[in-house]
């Protein structure tokens, strides 16, 4: 069966739904707060700005939509599980097995190995023949599986060749094929030696039978409903309590930038430089040469001799000839 490519809520939803949430969160907290923390630990201007944009909110829908994809991924993994549960619990014998889809023959298969303490991808449930079906991870090892629904016919050698060709091209440690029904001589004496195990529809029933006895049938605590909404609550009361603190002290940041422009650096005083007696400006009006004190007479006599000095100084003094 050909592997089809798988989205990003496709594979959420295939991995165990607290796996599935826990992303959400941890992306959601690396978008929203994480990359404004990076590039706020650099200097230079466009880091710096990211750092801005990153603080103010702009990545929050990005955030928002990454947290819904995980969670959505997480629930359809949920619903999937119990599905899972009830389509195993509800067998009876080999004739329920017979009436069910491939779909749900594959999805039983991998139940039935989640079980027995596999951990499962899905890779088939995209056509109703070939190819891998499930991968089996348990102790460092890889199990490929190949699950044939078929009623009225043997599986071949030829099926069981190419899971051995595929085996050997994954590097698997085992391969594993699940059939309704059973196998050909030849298929039976390939598989002899080889890390290759056929399990026929008996086998199947019988192995289902005993999961669906004692505590394998009992639901774990952890795929309930409320268990996932308790997750959900969780995560979110913890993105409630990291919003607030962070949007105060982008806040605080932005009101305190501006005020520091305007306050002066506290520290010590310089110490005063003692300014010296600069001379005094003259003032605009006339300098009288006289004291204020002088009387008439002398203020009479000051003048007179003014004038006799003057006439000196213009019988003395020659022209200046005009150019």
Known sequence: MAKHKQSGIEQIASM?????????????LAVRFGIGWYFGAHTDPLSAGIAKDARDGMLAPLAWMLLAGCWIGALVSLVKRNQRRRLLDSQTGIESLRTMRWSEFELLAGEAFRRQGYAIEETGLGGADGGIDLILRRNGQTTLVQCKQWQNRQVGVKVVREMYGLLVHHQAAAVKIVALGDYTPDAHRFAQGKPIELIHGGELIATVRKLQSGKARATHPLDTPLAFGGSIAAS??????????TASTSQARQIAAPTAAFQPTLGPEPP????????????????????????????????????ESMKILE????EMPLR
């Open 236 to 245: 979110l009361l913890l993105i409630a309590g990291l919003s607030p603190s």
């Open 315 to 318: 019988k003395t003094t020659k």
């Open 16 to 28: 165990p739904w607290q796996a599935g949430v826990l992303l959400g969160l941890i992306g959601y």
């Open 272 to 307: 005063s430089i003692p300014h010296r007696p600069t001379a005094s400006t003259p003032r605009a009006h006339a300098v009288i040469y006289a004291s204020d004190s002088q009387d008439d007479a002398e203020l009479r006599e000051w003048k007179k001799r003014n004038a």
